[in-house]
């Protein structure tokens, strides 16, 4: 099979939480113009109009449907509609995050519970359900999990601490590694992207504050731009990756490597 075919994404449907805006808008589009029919998920639904008339002029098929992945008994209306609107779902971009600054012994537990219901329990029920409504019958599916690279180190106290953030994305971490080994029986891999700093509504605030000292500490001088997630979500996306899973990647211009 041609290299080309291998990333060729024509008639798969792909569900990606959280992806109105930022890196989830990006990878949407870089699958829609691989051929993915999308399907995208958000708590905003003018957010999400926006991003379906920004696609839809890219000439990509997607269906929207408003969701707060933090609420358990929202999603599986959600993903029951998308089943029924294309009659299957093959790729699952878990992408939908949150994030609270606060020194661990002042954390509000409200706010740890926030941060874990989005960014652990929620993407469990999403895959979960996707899992087996769809992927493990037709026995295929590519799981592509948004970690983080505060996933994967300490808390840099010049940062703004968010050990809730930190925790989460740990889980991410290891819940893409016990998953990938569960269902690589049923044709499922199971990868992770760890960004590094992109500019986004969620760092905002943060790269205000350290954003010249993140640059200056990354070997490739520079911040995460508009394109440098959208290779690797399209490999872990498409069949050029059938035998890679349990594997995460960080996109940090090399900052996590010093």
């Known amino acids: 099979m041609s290299v080309r075919k291998l990333f060729d994404l024509t008639g798969k449907v792909v569900l990606i939480t959280g992806g109105s805006r930022g890196l989830g808008l990006q990878i949407a589009e870089a699958l829609g113009e691989m051929g993915a029919k999308l399907a995208l998920t958000a708590r905003k639904a003018d957010e999400l ?13 997607v269906f929207t449907l408003p969701c707060d992945h933090s609420k358990a008994a929202s999603i599986q209306p959600v993903i029951e509609n998308i089943m029924r609107h294309y009659g299957q779902i093959d790729v ?19 706010a740890w519970e926030k ?15 996707v ?15 948004i970690a983080s690279v505060a996933g994967l180190l300490g808390n840099d106290l010049r940062i703004q601490r968010s050990l809730a953030y930190n925790t989460s994305k740990g889980a991410v971490v290891n819940l893409t590694r016990a998953l990938a080994a ?9 990868n992770a992207i760890a960004p590094g700093f992109f500019p986004s509504k969620m760092t905002r605030f943060v790269l205000g504050q350290i954003g010249d000292a993140a640059i200056a500490q990354t070997p490739l001088a520079r911040l995460g731009g508009e394109e440098d997630l959208k290779g690797l979500a399209a490999l872990f996306a498409s069949d050029a990756s059938a035998h890679i899973t349990g594997q995460i990647v960080a996109v940090d211009g090399g900052a996590s490597i010093i």
């Not at 109009?49 to 098929?61: G, I, P, S």
């Not at 941060?115 to 359900?129: D, H, I």
């Not at 569960?182 to 199971?190: L, M, R």
Request: glycine fraction near 8%; aromatic fraction near 8%.
């Open 115 to 129: 941060v874990m219901n989005l960014n652990v329990t929620g993407l469990f029920l999403t895959t979960q359900l």
């Open 49 to 61: 109009a926006q991003a379906k008339e920004h696609l839809q002029r890219m000439q990509v098929q």
């Open 92 to 110: 699952l971009i878990n992408n939908a995050g949150t994030t609270w600054g606060a020194p661990a012994e002042e954390h509000p537990l409200e």
């Open 131 to 145: 899992g087996r409504l769809s992927m493990i019958p037709r026995r295929y599916g590519r799981i592509v999990n």
């Open 182 to 190: 569960e269902w690589g029986q049923y044709n499922i891999t199971v």
